[in-house]
């Protein structure tokens, strides 16, 4: 077998003369006749052209080479000369070439199922592109992927390593704790009828390893939710999961901030800038999101006063109801915007809870259009209210609090979008901290935690923890970058008081407590340190950075958006002797609903 002596994207002028063998796919093939063949001979680390020339190759490696097809694994020996005429600048070993002497042909390949093209992946069918992905991970594209994903994971090992946190491994096969999700669930051979689940996060055991005395952990770990699987999320993701003890929120926003900031400057070149930091309150009253995207301006103005003594309908109605009125002002939307635009911008709305999306505009120092007719006795206090200039669109948002921004704050995406005002090469980051502790759930009529049931409150907030609860305010804090939450987090409850008061307000009796979370409870009561963490999303830090927003394009061997490995063909059926081990039946009903 011939040995390669370097990569295909190390041969460099200076290696003129010189022997070396070179291992790799054929990417292309071109026979330009009367002995004269060209390859360009790839691999991982880059191409090089290898030509088969009549005059300086033998003619068994002549032979040999006529006969190659693409994707076919070959070894070449050969030796590096300057090309003639113009070099390809497309190549970094765009000014040599490789004649070749000798030749291997390791494997040649069957009629492609799909070709590993950059520039015809998009013309192929995702689905049939994750059925070969073995051949689809050769791609330029996917191999950087999986290089930066690489990087990423080495830099954040180093990078905490260097700050004394231990690398700890947490097991995967657990009891099942409600995080929001449904979990997986894996039956017990030894003992019949009885289940582990998967786990959604290392949440408990985290702060269980900082009751041990860890002090300071970490874990790039697998999590894994049964829910639908999204653009930018699939039931199994990765995480960068941290912990610290003897910390509080300012700690842990310094060392992270830290972290994403030099992450982002050492892997990608991308300088972050500072990383402000905004109450919740202030991210959902000024830009409707949770998540904020600050790479452009477009605001929110509460005019719930400036309107209430008007009495358009949908405005007093909403206002009697306790509910708000939000208000946005485009500059220049007025003439930019269309109305198809503006109604398409309602059905946005609509789909986030709101009636509906009302709209004025101001042109030549009059509302004109949409709602104009029924606000004309407050036109002058909202034109100071807002700032208005000639050619401004206004959009408002109404409904109780959550809905009228959260409305709103999805159309000024679009809005954004529409008016080219994002700037994609560009990124810009925040924390957002102050979260609620609670969200009032309508449907079942109870408290719900906006970020999960071991988030503390601030220490000024345990008052309202015990009697108003809906107005707690938590230590939570999520790292939001272009409009994405990359991170959250939060410091947790290290009194077993707080967290059994916690759980009582999240409907949970002492005993559901004791049975969902009693190693937990226990291990609280054994000298537990304040400790306060974060996670990562390590997947949504590669889309990031790599410019894509799709999830699947950054996992090695993703599943469909029906939870399907086409490649290795899962969920596939289960031996039946097996299942008769386990002690399970199942009946697969008329509707496909599998029964055990």
């Known amino acids: 077998m011939l040995k390669r002596t370097c990569n295909c994207g190390d041969p460099r002028k200076e290696n003129s003369g010189e022997t070396i063998t070179l291992s790799g796919w054929v990417n292309t093939y071109r026979d330009q006749g009367k002995g004269l063949v060209f390859i360009d001979l790839r691999d991982r680390y880059g191409m090089t052209q290898v030509v088969f020339d009549g005059e300086d190759s033998p003619q068994e490696t002549m032979e040999i080479g006529s006969s190659l097809r693409r994707e076919d694994v070959i070894s070449v020996e050969g030796v590096v000369r300057v090309r003639d005429g113009a070099p390809n600048k497309k190549l970094a070993t765009g000014e040599i070439e490789l004649v070749a002497k000798r030749i291997e042909v390791i494997n040649r390949t069957e009629t492609l199922p799909i070709l590993p093209d950059d520039h015809d992946a998009d013309q192929i069918g995702e689905e049939h592109r994750l059925r070969y992905r073995y051949i689809d991970l050769r791609r330029p594209k996917m191999q950087r992927i999986l290089k930066l994903r690489h990087q990423i994971t080495q830099f954040t090992r180093n990078f905490f390593a260097d700050r004394n946190f231990l690398e700890v491994e947490t097991p995967l096969l657990i009891s099942p704790t409600p995080e929001g999700a449904r979990d997986f669930i894996v039956p017990s051979r030894h003992q019949a009828g009885r289940w582990y689940a998967l786990p959604q996060s290392p949440q408990i055991f985290k702060q269980i390893l900082m009751v041990a005395g860890c002090d300071r952990y970490m874990q790039i770990c697998k999590c894994l939710r049964d829910e639908d699987p999204r653009a930018d999320r699939q039931a199994e993701f990765t995480q960068i999961d941290l912990e610290m003890s003897f910390v509080e929120r300012d700690d842990v926003l310094d060392i992270m901030s830290e972290f994403a900031t030099s992450i982002y400057k050492e892997v990608s070149g991308i300088d972050l800038g500072d990383l402000p930091r905004i109450s919740w309150s202030d991210a959902m009253n000024n830009y409707g999101s949770d998540r904020p995207d600050i790479r452009f301006d477009l605001q929110f103005t509460d005019v719930t006063d400036v309107v209430k003594a008007n009495d358009f309908k949908v405005f007093a109605s909403a206002i009697e109801q306790g509910g708000v009125v939000k208000a946005m002002r485009v500059p220049g939307g007025a003439s930019t915007l269309t109305r198809k635009m503006t109604d398409g911008y309602a059905e946005i709305a609509q789909t986030y809870g709101a009636g509906g999306l009302p709209s004025v505009k101001l042109v030549d120092g009059e509302f004109t259009t ?83 049931p071991f988030t503390a409150p601030l220490e000024s907030e345990l008052d309202k923890l015990r009697d108003n609860p809906i107005d707690c305010i938590s230590s939570g804090y999520d790292l939001c970058i272009n409009g994405s939450e990359v991170a959250g987090g939060s410091i947790r409850i290290h009194n077993p008081e707080t967290q059994s008061l916690v759980f009582e307000k999240l409907g949970l009796s002492a005993e559901e407590a004791k049975t969902k979370f009693g190693f937990l409870l226990d291990a609280l009561q054994f000298g537990a340190p304040p400790h306060g963490g974060i996670a990562f999303g390590l997947d949504r830090l590669v889309m990031m950075m790599i410019g894509t927003d799709n999830i699947r394009d950054v996992i090695a061997f993703p599943k469909t958006q029906t939870g399907a490995d086409l490649m290795c063909e899962a969920p596939g059926d289960a031996d039946p002797e097996h299942l008769e081990e386990l002690g399970i039946t199942v009946d697969v009903s008329d509707d496909a609903t599998a029964q055990v």
């Open 370 to 452: 949409g709602i104009s007719k029924f606000i004309a006795s407050v036109k002058d206090e909202l034109v100071s209210a807002l700032s208005l200039e000639d050619g401004d669109l206004v959009l408002f948002g109404v409904g109780p609090f959550r809905v009228a921004c959260t409305s709103l704050g999805q159309v000024r995406l679009q809005v954004a979008k529409d008016m080219g005002l994002v700037n994609e090469d560009e990124y810009k980051g925040l924390w957002v901290i102050d979260f609620p502790m609670f969200d009032w759930d309508e449907e079942r009529e109870r408290f719900i935690s906006e970020h999960h």
